[in-house]
């Protein structure tokens, strides 16, 4: 693979994290708020949890703990992304140095 071809594959891929992050940021953002009206919510008020196309009834605790783990897996998730977009970032910005001085 040449250089130019080599950029371009980088350049896509850089695109591709980069939606990829937009996308778990929102998840992300929705689980906290979903997080913090579960934790505001009374223990003696009845909680359902969507499972496929019906609600579940389900006690706080374990709602709670499965919000935290979805909360816990995303931001693994995004720390990856963001390793991945800061490597691709900074070899695109070398490839292109390298291009530029070729031409």
Known sequence: MNKEEEYETLRQ????NTAQKQNLQLQYNELKKTLEEV????DSEELYELVGQILIKKDKKTILEGLKDKVDIIEFRLK????ALSSDT????ELQKELDKSE
Do not use: A, N
């Open 90 to 93: 900074q070899k695109l910005q």
């Open 13 to 16: 891929q850089l695109q591709l």
């Open 80 to 83: 990856s992304v963001d390793k």
């Open 39 to 42: 934790e505001k919510t009374p």
